[in-house]
């Protein structure tokens, strides 16, 4: 079981970023799938999750993520993709794709079972 994360980098606050995440080694269909965030001295945080199937989408309890982020999939391709837009400073951090097969308690690193590499996004100002 892989996921393989990508698409960070470097950019100017203002900018924007797609992360991917590649998941393969099973079959899914049955998970959800969400991006995590870890700063640098700090937590790691839910951002977003989505269902494969159907497509549910569930958002950090943040305003500012919500208005910002949008976490979509390609079922075709196995990749889940979350579009950052208008990205600031302090959204400086590790991002992590993961899959839970529980279904609940999404915004729990806890309750996923997979875990890809991370990926670094970086933000100057």
């Known amino acids: 079981v892989q996921l393989q994360a990508s698409g960070g980098g470097l950019v100017q606050a203002g900018g924007s970023l797609r992360l991917s995440c590649a998941a393969s080694g099973r079959t899914f269909s049955s998970y959800v799938m969400g991006w995590f965030r870890q700063a640098p001295g700090k937590e790691r945080e839910f951002v977003a999750a989505?269902?494969?199937?159907?497509?549910?989408?569930?958002?950090a309890d943040s305003d500012s993520v919500k208005a910002r982020f949008t976490i979509s999939k390609d079922n075709a391709k196995n990749t889940v993709y979350l579009q950052m837009n208008s990205l600031k400073p302090e959204d400086t951090a590790v991002y992590y794709c993961?899959?839970?097969?529980?279904?609940?308690?999404?915004?729990?690193?806890?309750?996923?079972?997979?875990w890809g590499q991370g990926t670094l996004v970086t933000v100057s100002s």
């Open positions: 989505i269902t494969w199937s159907g497509g549910s989408t569930w958002y």
């Open positions: 993961a899959a839970s097969s529980r279904g609940y308690g999404l915004a729990a690193s806890y309750n996923y079972d997979y």
